[in-house]
């Protein structure tokens, strides 16, 4: 009889246990604050950012043959939720730029966007010096070239710099006295190889070595041999000009600067005459036309330094005061 009692109180708690463990466990909601699709358009289709929720970061790689300067994503969210911000392009070298979703029920979640250019490397720059030899710049010179595996032919694309013992750059920029600024491209002893040329040195840059650096978009590269930074043969811009005996007149450089400014003449009835530079800087001279110069038309000269003589095409018209 105890056993038949004990079988019985087993079944009834047994079947006690069944019917406790059909009651539902709740599981948590999933978050409504998610970004769930990134993706940019590109000229053959759409680029997809890889979203790790872990993270949270948007993950986005872009070949270099797309040559963005900007992105403009697309992106869906979880349903009823916003962007804290209105969704507007990105620049592809920017590395602080985030996301924050928010969801109906007011929770937040910030995604940070981490864009990888997928370009060629490393970087390799043509040397412009060798061990033996250091090449040489002058400040002002606007003809300076650097070469190397660019990869890319737009010019905004490329940033060129010279870098003193600080580490502190000075950009070489585009300049126009010779053309148009321009990316080319040749095979120069088998090796594809791109030029960006008609870039200048700063006028204001000291005299010194300095190593070359140049950037294309995520990728950095710098010369293994320094170049020398040096005072050149002057340039003067184009300027005929017309002033009357007594007064003065600039003359200006947008090129080699200034250096050791000598003598500034024209030739009066066959004899040198000079004209008096009131002061100069590394761009402007203040020249003076003494009383005694008769009116006329006349080719001007200046002197620099050691340098050569430099006769200038265009006139000085000396008019009665």
């Known amino acids: 009889m105890k056993n038949k009692l004990t079988q019985l109180l087993c079944i009834i708690l047994t079947v006690a246990t069944l019917a406790a463990c059909k009651k539902t466990i709740g ?18 289709g759409n680029i997809f950012g890889a979203i790790d929720e872990t993270d949270k970061t948007i993950t986005l790689y872009l070949p270099y043959y797309y040559e963005l300067d ?57 040397e412009l010096s060798t061990a033996t030899t250091t090449s040489t710049m002058a400040v002002g010179a606007y003809d300076v070239r650097v070469q190397g595996n660019f990869n890319v032919s737009d010019l905004k694309k490329i940033k060129a710099y010279l870098v003193d013992k600080a580490d502190k750059e000075y950009e070489l920029t585009p300049s126009l006295s010779l053309g148009a600024p321009g990316v080319s491209v040749a095979m120069i002893a088998g090796i594809k190889t791109y030029t960006y040329g008609y870039l200048q040195v700063p006028q204001t840059l000291d005299t010194g070595t300095y190593k070359v650096r140049v950037k294309v978009q ?38 080699i600067i200034f250096h050791d400014f000598k003598e500034f003449y024209i030739m009066v009835n066959g004899q040198k005459t000079l004209l008096p530079i009131v002061s100069y800087t590394r761009t402007e001279a203040v020249i003076r036309v003494p009383d005694t110069v008769p009116p006329g038309v006349y080719t001007p000269t200046a002197s620099f330094g050691t340098w050569p003589l430099s006769t200038l095409n265009w006139s000085v018209t000396v008019t009665a005061k």
Do not use: H, M, W
């Open 70 to 126: 900007v992105i403009e994503p697309v992106v869906k969210l979880s349903a009823g939720a916003k962007l804290s911000e209105t969704l507007a392009p990105v620049e592809v070298l920017d590395t602080k730029k985030t996301y924050t979703v928010i969801a109906a029920d007011q929770s937040t979640s910030t995604y940070k966007l981490i864009i990888k250019l997928n370009q060629i490397s490393p970087l390799v720059l043509t």
């Open 27 to 44: 599981l948590d909601p999933l978050p409504a604050n998610k970004i769930t699709e990134f993706k940019v358009a590109v000229s053959d």
């Open 218 to 255: 995520a990728l950095t590269a710098e010369t293994k041999y320094p170049v020398k930074v040096v005072y050149g043969r002057p340039g003067i811009n184009y300027g005929p000009v017309t002033v009357k005996q007594g007064e003065t007149f600039k003359i200006n450089s947008s090129q």
